[in-house]
Structures are given as structure tokens and as C-alpha cells.
């Protein structure tokens, strides 16, 4: 276990530090200026350019100015917003805990719903609940995230009355940019759910349970569920990116606080330390979850960890 | 492909999505022969009109016909999606054949080039590109296009490792082929089958990716029209005027669908091992 960390981890400092490269050319990449551009937005006085030009040090070698972005960012210094002034690092830790609420309860719908669809569609494999809920499928793949939202804000916040449509706060506020999230991703979940499901009921194992005289509802829940969940691991931790690219939108949509919304202002506003800050954090996040990931999965499934072991 | 063709035929679902996709394109090439009013023509004398006769669609807070202003912009959508799977296939097969052609050192550094592009899922990669370059529909494209190469060069490698060391690929080595020759004209017509599949499926997300960066204020400004902004500007009239944002919300709706049925069924025909595809 210890050896399979270890490799994996080796192979995640490599795009760390090519991520650390990509966040740091964004502002060199710019065309013109960097300066005069990361200012176009601010309405800056002549001070505050040189107070930018100071401070960034762009007559440096650009070696000499990545080993200092490294060396600040190892600490958490990720320079300072342009429009708001603050540290990056503090604007950053303000949004964060409520997109990590909004990625934590999106997953749980996702899981939920999916698992569902997906082993009704598979036990009945063909019948009209295998093709609605392949239908429901496709449309949740085809459904973009912010048309889905102003559906459910429409419908249960204006119609209905039911829920809040925007804000923060209580999971009453939770629920719809949740949903939003969760039932784009129940729908992949369902799809790879009834077609693991419909492999693992061919397996002979499964013969065998029957054949013992167990209950239908014994051999799904003990023998088929566990096997056919483990494609399903994998796929989330490859979807969480995704999930993390639908805040952005979402909390757009529903006016919520978080690290999509900031990402967004900070590209609109054109404040290129915080779109630094927002991309290198994000990044880094994705990492470590697609790490953590790959563990829990060679948890579940001792043969991956062997297989890695003896590569 | 005469087989292909044909078997796509006997599949409903692909003649469904294959019909919608060629009402679509041809409305947009149409474009203003079919719609006859102007997409920014405002009358606010008629503003905020539901659906009616002499408006299907209904009309937004300017007066402005829905109809026209979603048919014209499915020119901008297409463009946008199309662009964007043309760029990152491109990028794809560039650097796909390469690395997977090459080996080596080259193969190494193309893949951790690609590691670390996917280490940005597409929407944030593609807010960097934006970020970058700035805004506006082209820009938008390259972005969408950019943030889909990594998915390209990984397929296509994956695909060249397997075909190169074919009987096939041997023999035209042993008969002197150069390596350039033997990869475009030996390697690269046998992985096209799920290149086709995933260009197709890529049209979809593309669409999708280039109307949210539109939705989110980086692509074509207002009064331009095109389904991401038309859709964005409906919502502060969900109340009042809920079918601003139907209009063209629907309609990226009813081409992705139709473009994701074409893909669903050319993957279960030229290549039923890319399953996974779908599930990305």
C-alpha cells in the first residue's frame, strides 16, 4: 500500500510543477504589456502602474522570476487582487468552503439518483424503465448546466414557491444549484451502473448465488452491487474535475458565493493575481483528489495495487 | 464505410438525430433567407410578447423576435462547436501521431505536456485560454478547442500503439517505408474509426463548453446573437418572459441530443470498444 502511494505521488510532483508553469506564464503570455493589460480594467493612475511594475519585477530573468512565484506561493503568498486589494490567498479562503458544500452535496445526488436509475434500468434490461431512464440519461448528458438551472429556478423557486433561487445559506439554498450539478452526473452514473451491472449478472459467481437459493434482492444487494461499483468509483473521481468545472457555472447561475464565481468576476475584471490564485488552487484540488482517488480505488480493489506493484 | 453508412440507416435513433442535425444546419446556413426580420431589429412596442403567430418564439425586453435571433444564432453555435473539434483534432493528431509514432523522450514529453493539461478540467482550461487571448467567439473557439486536445492526443496515441505493432505496420517497415510514410499512410488510415467517433461526440461538448463560456459574459457581446448570451439574457426575465431563454435553450438542447444520438450509434458501429467514451 505504502510502495503504491509512494508511485502514485511520483507521478503527480511532475504535473504540480507543470501546473506551477502554466499559472505562471498566464500574465507573460499576455500580448503587449502585462502590466498596461492586468490595469486595463482597474482605471489605474500612473502610481499604481509603477506600484504593479515594482512589485512584479518583469525586468527579471524569467527563472529568476519563476523561482520567486514558487517560492511565494510555497508559503501561500499569491500576490495581491487587483480590484479588491487583498491577498489573494484570503479571497480564496472565503469562497472555498462554499464550493466544497455545493461539490459535496452535487456528488451525493449524483450517486444517489444514478445508482438507482442504473440497477432498475439493469434488472430490467430492455423493458420501458430501461429505456426512460437511458432516455432520462441522454438527456442529462445533453442537458448544459445552466439551462437545467434556470428550469429548477423556474419551476420550484418562481412557479412553485418551494425553494430559494439564489443565495446562501441552509441547504434549502443548497438543494437546486445541487441538483443542477447532480443530475448532469446522475446521468453518466446510471449509464455506467446498468452496463457494469448487466457484466457482473453474466458472471458465473452470480449463477452460483442463485443457484444456492438466494433471494433475488441477497444476490443484487450482497453479490452484484459491490462489484459493479467499482467502474463506478473510478468514474467519479474522473467526473469531480468536471463537477468542479459545473461550479463555475452554476454558481453563476444561482448568484452563490464560491470559487467558480470567482474565477469568473477575476477573468471578467481581467485581475490576473486572483485568476492566478483561483486556477493554481483549483488545479492543485483536482490533483489531489484524482490521487486520493486512485487510492481509495486500489482500496477497494486489491488488484490494482498488485498489479501497480509488480509494473 | 458504404457498410457503415448503410448500417446507420437501419438505426432509428441515428436517422432521428442525423434528420434534426440537418434542419439545424440548414437553418443556419438559410439563416436570414428563411427568417425573413432582422435578429437585432428592436420594437419595443411589442416587447416581452409571449408566443404567438406572428412571433413563434415570442419576443425579448427590446421587442426583438426569438425565432430569428435562434436561427441566426445557431450560425455562431455550429461554428463555435465545429471550430473547436477542427482545432482539437488538429492538435490531437499533431501530437498523437507523434508520440505515439515516435516513442521515446518525445512520446514522454508529449504525455506529460497532456498529464498536466488534464490536470485543468476543460471549463478552467479554457477560462485560461479566454483569460489569455480575451474575449469574444473566436477566441471562445480556440479556448473550447484547446481544452480538448489532451482527450484527442491521448485516444489517438493509445490507438497508434496498438496499430504499429500490427503484422501489417512490420511489413511496410521491412520494406523500406520511412517513418513519416508509414504513419500517415499505414497507421493513421486504421485508428480512424474512433477518431470519427470521438470528433463526432467532442461536436456535443464543444457546443455545450462554447454556449456556457457565452452564458458566463467571455464570447460574442450582446446585442450578437447566439444561444449562450440570448440564453444568459433571458434570466432576469424568467417571470415575466420565461420564453427569452427557452428559445435558445432548447435549441442547444435539441442539437446536442441530436449530435450525441449520430455519436452514440457511428461508436456502437465503427467502434463498440469506446463505450466509455459517452461516460467522459
Known amino acids: 500500500m505504502f510502495v503504491y502511494l509512494q508511485q502514485r505521488l511520483a507521478l503527480a510532483l511532475p504535473v504540480v510543477f507543470g501546473v506551477s508553469v502554466v499559472v505562471f506564464a498566464i500574465v507573460h503570455l499576455l500580448p503587449g504589456d502585462p502590466v498596461l493589460v492586468m490595469l486595463s480594467g482597474a482605471n489605474a493612475t500612473p502610481e499604481q502602474v509603477a506600484e504593479l511594475r515594482a512589485q512584479l519585477r518583469f525586468e527579471d530573468p524569467i527563472a529568476v522570476q519563476y523561482a520567486r512565484f514558487l517560492r511565494r506561493a510555497l508559503v501561500g503568498d499569491l500576490g495581491v487582487s487587483i480590484f479588491s486589494k487583498r491577498p489573494v490567498i484570503e479571497e480564496i479562503a472565503d469562497q472555498l468552503p462554499s464550493t466544497l458544500e455545493l461539490a459535496a452535496a452535487a456528488i451525493a445526488i449524483a450517486v444517489a439518483v444514478g445508482l438507482v436509475l442504473g440497477i432498475l434500468a439493469a434488472l430490467r434490461p430492455n423493458s420501458w424503465l430501461d429505456r426512460l431512464s437511458m432516455l432520462v440519461a441522454l438527456g442529462g448528458i445533453s442537458m448544459p448546466s445552466f439551462w437545467l438551472g434556470l428550469l429548477l429556478i423556474f419551476a420550484f423557486s418562481l412557479e412553485l414557491g418551494w425553494l430559494p433561487a439564489t443565495g446562501q445559506g441552509g441547504w434549502r439554498r443548497l438543494i437546486l444549484p445541487a441538483a443542477t450539478i447532480g443530475l448532469g452526473y446522475a446521468a453518466v452514473v446510471a449509464r455506467l451502473v446498468r452496463s457494469s451491472f448487466l457484466e457482473v449478472l453474466g458472471n458465473a459467481y452470480i449463477g452460483t448465488a442463485r443457484a444456492k437459493g438466494l433471494a433475488e434482492r441477497a444476490v443484487v444487494l450482497k453479490h452484484a452491487l459491490g462489484n459493479a461499483l467499482i467502474p463506478v468509483v473510478t468514474i467519479i473521481g474522473v467526473q469531480l474535475g468536471n463537477l468542479l468545472a459545473g461550479t463555475i457555472i452554476v454558481e453563476t447561475v444561482f448568484s452563490r458565493r464560491g470559487m467558480g464565481r470567482l474565477a469568473v468576476t477575476a477573468v471578467l475584471d481581467k485581475d490576473y493575481p486572483l485568476i492566478q490564485g483561483v486556477v493554481l488552487v483549483s488545479a492543485l484540488g483536482y490533483v489531489l483528489v484524482n490521487l486520493l482517488v486512485d487510492v481509495s480505488y486500489s482500496i477497494i480493489d486489491p488488484r490494482i495495487r498488485h498489479r501497480g506493484g509488480a509494473a | ?280
Open chain 2, 1 to 280: 464505410m458504404t457498410a457503415a453508412v448503410r448500417l446507420l440507416w437501419r438505426r432509428k435513433a441515428a436517422v432521428l438525430g442525423g434528420a434534426i442535425l440537418a434542419l439545424v444546419v440548414g437553418l443556419a446556413v438559410a439563416g436570414p433567407a428563411v427568417t425573413r426580420t432582422d435578429p437585432l431589429k428592436m420594437n419595443l412596442l411589442k416587447a416581452l410578447s409571449p408566443p404567438s403567430g406572428s412571433h413563434p418564439f415570442g419576443t425579448d425586453q427590446y421587442g426583438r423576435d426569438i425565432l430569428t435571433r435562434v436561427i441566426t444564432g445557431a450560425r455562431l453555435s455550429l461554428v463555435t462547436g465545429l471550430g473547436a473539434v477542427v482545432i482539437a483534432l488538429a492538435g490531437g493528431l499533431g501530437l498523437g501521431l507523434v508520440s505515439g509514432a515516435a516513442g521515446g523522450w518525445i512520446d514522454l514529453l508529449i504525455m506529460r505536456i497532456v498529464d498536466v493539461m488534464m490536470a485543468f478540467p476543460s471549463v478552467l482550461l479554457a477560462l485560461v485560454v479566454v483569460a489569455v487571448l480575451g474575449h469574444g467567439s473566436t477566441n471562445v473557439m480556440v479556448a473550447v478547442g484547446v481544452s480538448l486536445i489532451p482527450t484527442f492526443v491521448r485516444l489517438i496515441r493509445g490507438n497508434v500503439l496498438v496499430v504499429r505493432e500490427q503484422a501489417y505496420i512490420e511489413a511496410a517497415r521491412a520494406l523500406g517505408g520511412r517513418p513519416r510514410r508509414v504513419t500517415l499512410q499505414h497507421i493513421l488510415p486504421n485508428i480512424l474509426a474512433p477518431v470519427i467517433v470521438l470528433a463526432t461526440i467532442a461536436i456535443a461538448w464543444s457546443i455545450i463548453i462554447g454556449a456556457s463560456l457565452s452564458f458566463l459574459g467571455l464570447g460574442p457581446r450582446p446585442p450578437i446573437p447566439e444561444w449562450g448570451v440570448d440564453l444568459s439574457n433571458g434570466r432576469n426575465y424568467l417571470l415575466r418572459g420565461w420564453w427569452i431563454s427557452a428559445g435558445p435553450g432548447v435549441a442547444i438542447m435539441t442539437t446536442v441530443v441530436a449530435v450525441n444520438l449520430v455519436g452514440d450509434t457511428l461508436r456502437d458501429v465503427l467502434d463498440p470498444r469506446l463505450r466509455s467514451l459517452t461516460n467522459l
